[in-house]
C-alpha cells in the first residue's frame, strides 16, 4: 500500500509556471505507474499526465502537450508535475494517482487504474 501526499498548489497569473510535488510513503515505490489528474468544479475528474513505474515512458493529454511535463524520482519517493505557460482552464484541484504495475513501461490513463489516491491540491489561474 502507498500514501500520497500532493504540495505545490497555489494561485499564479496566466502565463505563469508551478512545479506540483506528490511524495509517497510505504514501499516499493517504483513498482507504481504514476499520473496526475484534476478536477475543475462541475466536471469530472480527467487524466493529465502519467509516467510509468520505470520512468522510460510517459503520456501527456492534448490540453496540456507542450506545457506539463511529469517526472519521478524513486531514490525520493516523488513525483513532479511541472506546468509552464499556465492558463485559466488549468483552474482545478490536481490529484496525484498511483497504479500497480508489472509493466516497467505501461502509463495507465484510465481513472479506474489506479488504486490509490492523494488529497488533491487546489491550482488557481488568474487573468
Known amino acids: 500500500q502507498v500514501q500520497l501526499v500532493e504540495s505545490g498548489g497555489g494561485l499564479v497569473q496566466a502565463g505563469g509556471s508551478l512545479r506540483l510535488s506528490c511524495a509517497a510513503s510505504g514501499r516499493m515505490f517504483s513498482i507504481y505507474a504514476l499520473g496526475w489528474f484534476r478536477q475543475a468544479p462541475g466536471k469530472e475528474r480527467e487524466f493529465v499526465v502519467g509516467?510509468?513505474?520505470?520512468?522510460?515512458?510517459?503520456y501527456v493529454s492534448d490540453s496540456v502537450k507542450g506545457r506539463f511535463t511529469i517526472s519521478r524520482d524513486n531514490a525520493k519517493n516523488t513525483v513532479y508535475l511541472q506546468m509552464n505557460s499556465l492558463k485559466l482552464d488549468d483552474t482545478a484541484i490536481y490529484y496525484c494517482?498511483?497504479?500497480?504495475?508489472?509493466?516497467?513501461?505501461?502509463?495507465?490513463?484510465?481513472?479506474?487504474?489506479?488504486?490509490?489516491w492523494g488529497q488533491g491540491t487546489q491550482v488557481t489561474v488568474s487573468s
Open positions: 494517482a498511483a497504479d500497480q504495475e508489472i509493466s516497467n513501461t505501461a502509463v495507465p490513463t484510465r481513472l479506474a487504474e489506479y488504486d490509490y
Open positions: 509516467v510509468s513505474r520505470s520512468g522510460r515512458s510517459t
